[in-house]
């Protein structure tokens, strides 16, 4: 794996991790404030709840990721073996399967 690569899934960690902190940040500020169930700003705290889960699950894939490059298999698509395509790589540096091996990986999770 390239320098750049690793520098881009640290940078994508970072910029996830401060993410999850500023989002952390709105649900504790909108705890103390409610008054009750039924106020309005529940919904949305469950919304700020769940997306701070998809992070939590994105971090995991980024330290996989980076294990994966430290093994030496960084941009090898995990299922088929052939190499993942560097503009998947750039615009999801944390991926570890190809277009083809991750379309049939969501058709059987479909099924």
Do not use: H
């Amino acid at each position: 794996m390239t320098m750049n690569g690793t520098a881009s899934l640290e940078q994508e960690r970072e910029a996830t991790l401060a993410e999850i902190q500023r989002l952390q940040g709105f649900v504790v500020v909108a705890l103390d404030e409610a008054s009750d169930e039924a106020d309005p700003d529940v919904a949305e705290r469950e919304k700020t709840l769940a997306l701070i889960q998809n992070l939590e699950r994105k971090i995991e894939e980024i330290d996989y990721a980076l294990a994966t490059a430290r093994k030496g298999n960084y941009g090898i698509c995990e299922e088929c073996g052939q190499p993942i395509d560097p503009e998947r790589l750039a615009l999801l540096p944390e991926t570890t399967l190809c277009v083809k091996c991750k379309q049939v990986r969501e058709k059987r999770r479909a099924w």
